[in-house]
């Protein structure tokens, strides 16, 4: 931590523009962590806050409840395939934090003896002890290792480094049969794994249909599926829903960073019906889920959601995200045409881009210092506010940012990486 000893302080921000107490403005490059939806200061969800605040700023989801969070519940049911009822939470780790104990406990009420847990390697699902058991990633978590619980671990398919010998294609198929064969033992509750893509884990995009394979092989076997939809739903890799781009049917599904448009700190766990009757029961049978956080449920927060939500509609965003999204691709050649650039991975609102010391390698480039400091100063010089994911440069901008706007995210983007060069190991 002694790297960061001065902060650059946020004053305030509009649009997509963040300005600092020197009145110097950076594009918001990470949607501050990955959930700002309409950039800054937008008039709609600070009146939705402003208004709310003045009648009820928080009360209970025990024994009581609120129109608000009755509100968006419904909206996110209506949009969820398959889901019937919402668990509210106020943050990611949380919400999968409930997912694995409904898993567990939906196991416990219906008398089976599946106790254990299977993810993906590489996964993330927050920094909570259940969530990083689950998702576990060696560089964040490892000091921690003797106190998360046991989690079964599957390969996940790697287009940009298959194992040696292996097409991506073979990879893939691997990858499924080792699940296949792993969750056909009948000792696991359920299967957790992020919807679409790996985002914290290096900006892996799933293989087409590798997460459809992926839930059939969790029905076939009796496996509750549970997606983490935080990073990747809502828009972000383009659809509004990404398991029903997939075609896959979870039974359980966590969302958070964008619900509320990146505004107030709320996250959701949605079940589908099969998954909630079997918590229902007379209250000496404890079948109930025993969990719950003070601010579950925060009108405020419920309802600076459902704006954000109706807006979706009326602005047509996820129409207009596939439109936005094309200038990735514009930028594709001249991107993967840099010297340091290895791999670029995008979809959506989304790109990662791989830096390598080597290109035919694939060496992950190092630097003196972190890198993620060295891109962050240099972004800064260019006007942008970058993060990287290790030697990953992370592009996941406000949904809404317009074209031009994209345009010039990008071309500062370009001219920071090339700046790079010069400091590398
Ligand atoms: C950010 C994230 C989380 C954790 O959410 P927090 O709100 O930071 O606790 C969980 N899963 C995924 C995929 C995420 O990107």
């Known amino acids: 931590m002694a790297e960061w000893k001065k902060f650059c302080t946020i004053r305030s921000a509009r649009g997509v523009w963040l300005t600092d107490t020197n009145g110097n403005k950076m594009i918001d490059a ?117 106190q998360l619980f046991p989690v079964v671990r599957l390969s996940v398919p790697d287009k940009y480094r298959p194992p040696r010998g292996m097409t991506p294609q073979d990879h893939t198929e691997y990858c499924l049969d080792k699940m296949e064969e792993r969750l056909g033992r009948g000792d696991i509750a359920a299967l957790v794994m992020e919807s679409g893509a790996q985002v914290a884990g290096g900006a892996l995009l799933y293989p087409e249909g590798f997460e459809r394979s992926a839930g059939r092989i969790c029905k076939r076997h009796g496996v509750l599926l549970v997606l983490d939809e935080i990073a990747t739903g ?21 969302y958070g960073k964008m619900l509320t448009g990146g505004y107030l700190t709320m996250a959701a766990t949605l079940a589908t019906k099969k998954v909630y009757d079997a918590f229902l029961g007379e ?111 992370l592009l996941v901008p406000p949904l809404a940012i317009t074209e031009e706007e994209l345009e010039m995210l990008l071309n500062r983007t370009v ?3 090339k700046t790079l060069k010069t400091r590398i190991m």
């Open 30 to 146: 990470v949607a501050s962590m990955w959930c700002n939806v309409w950039g800054h200061s937008e008039r709609r969800l600070v009146t939705a806050m402003t208004s709310q605040a003045k009648k009820l700023q928080h009360s209970s989801l025990f024994n009581l409840t609120n129109r608000p969070a009755e509100e968006l519940a419904d909206r996110l049911v209506g949009i969820s395939p398959g889901m019937n009822s919402v668990f509210f939470s106020d943050n990611g780790s949380s919400a999968m934090e409930v997912a694995v104990k409904m898993a567990i406990q939906y196991c416990k009420n219906t008398n089976q003896k599946r106790t254990k847990i299977a993810a993906l390697k590489n996964g993330y699902h927050g920094d909570t002890f259940g969530a990083m058991s689950v998702g576990y990633i060696p560089e964040f978590f490892s000091r921690f290792q003797r």
């Open 234 to 254: 809502f828009g972000r890799l383009g659809p509004m829903i990404q398991y029903a781009r997939q075609k896959c049917s979870p039974d359980i599904v966590a």
């Open 283 to 393: 209250f000496d049978e404890h079948l109930h889920l025993f969990h719950g956080h003070t601010y579950t449920g925060n009108p405020i927060a419920a309802a600076v959601a459902n704006t954000n939500l109706r807006m979706y509609k009326e602005r047509n965003l996820i129409n207009r995200i596939k439109k936005t999204s094309l200038v990735f691709e514009q930028f594709y050649d001249e991107l993967l045409a840099l010297n340091m650039v290895g791999d670029v991975r995008h979809r959506g609102m989304l790109m990662g881009i791989e830096l390598v010391s080597d290109k035919r390698k694939k060496t992950p480039v190092t630097m003196e210092k972190s890198i993620n400091s060295i891109i962050f100063e240099e972004g800064r010089k260019n006007g942008i506010y970058l993060r990287t994911l290790g030697n990953i440069v």
């Open 415 to 417: 001219r920071t990486i």
